[in-house]
T-cell receptor
Framework: AQTVTQSQPEMSVQEAETVTLSCTYD???????LFWYKQPPSRQMILVIR??????QNATENRFSVNFQKAAKSFSLKISDSQLGDTAMYFC??????????????FGKGTKLTVNP | DTGVSQDPRHKITKRGQNVTFRCDPI?????LYWYRQTLGQGPEFLTY????????KSRLLSDRFSAERPKGSFSTLEIQRTEQGDSAMYLC?????????????FGDGTRLSIL
């Protein structure tokens, strides 16, 4: 069974600064995907960024980038130029790669990020 | 924008009552997932469907829980004889069926409160 661990229950950052959220995972699968999802207060969960495990290059999406260390089973999220709208719960999630479509997501417990003005 | 729609948004009921939630996925998505999220935790997988077929159920889905997707479109999740521990946010997600393993799109969730 896969497990996802987010060791930082809460973090805060000043607007315009950079913050890194940590995530580690455990799996025996060799092919899988990793995701960061964002859940603003009382709003739906939305995808921030996705990493395919067979790709060595770290994924980037505008101000969001990841540091994927496959051997260490580490998948951290870096948010640059933090904005007030980045305030949310951030969940790291694992999904094994399968033929025929996506599978269930395994989530960590989340990190509550607060961006201060 | 026809995203994933869930109804109701909030449900308050007394312990022992039955409740039913509905999820309408994105129209072209064949896969539909249910998750449960308790306060301060990440979502936990309950079950998922490929069209009308229920492909996997978590051990979290006790015999009081049943999910259906009769025509491969919307899905319902029913909880019978509700208990205090059922209080949670119930999330629905959908994704297309293809070989690219597309990410899941989530609805706003149904928050269940048991009195």
């Amino acid at each position: 069974a896969q497990t996802v661990t987010q060791s930082q229950p809460e973090m805060s950052v000043q607007e315009a600064e950079t913050v890194t959220l940590s995530c580690t995972y455990d799996t025996s699968e060799s092919n899988y995907y990793l995701f960061w999802y964002k859940q603003p207060p009382s709003r739906q969960m939305i995808l921030v960024i996705r990493q395919e495990a067979y790709k060595q290059q770290n994924a980037t999406e505008n101000r969001f980038s990841v540091n994927f260390q496959k051997a260490a089973k580490s998948f951290s999220l870096k948010i640059s130029d933090s904005q007030l709208g980045d305030t949310a719960m951030y969940f790291c999630a694992f999904m094994k790669r399968a033929q025929g479509g996506s599978e269930k997501l395994v989530f960590g417990k989340g990190t509550k990020l607060t961006v201060n003005p | 924008d026809t995203g994933v729609s869930q109804d109701p948004r909030h449900k308050i009921t007394k312990r022992g009552q039955n409740v039913t939630f509905r999820c309408d996925p994105i129209s072209e998505h064949n896969r539909l997932y249910w998750y449960r999220q308790t306060l301060g935790q990440g979502p936990e997988f309950l079950t998922y469907f490929q069209n009308e077929a229920q492909l996997e159920k978590s051990r979290l889905l006790s015999d009081r829980f049943s999910a259906e997707r009769p025509k491969g479109s919307f899905s319902t999740l029913e909880i019978q004889r509700t208990e205090q521990g059922d209080s949670a946010m119930y999330l629905c997600a959908s994704s297309p069926t293809d070989y690219s393993n597309q990410p899941q799109h989530f609805g706003d969730g149904t928050r269940l409160s048991i009195l």
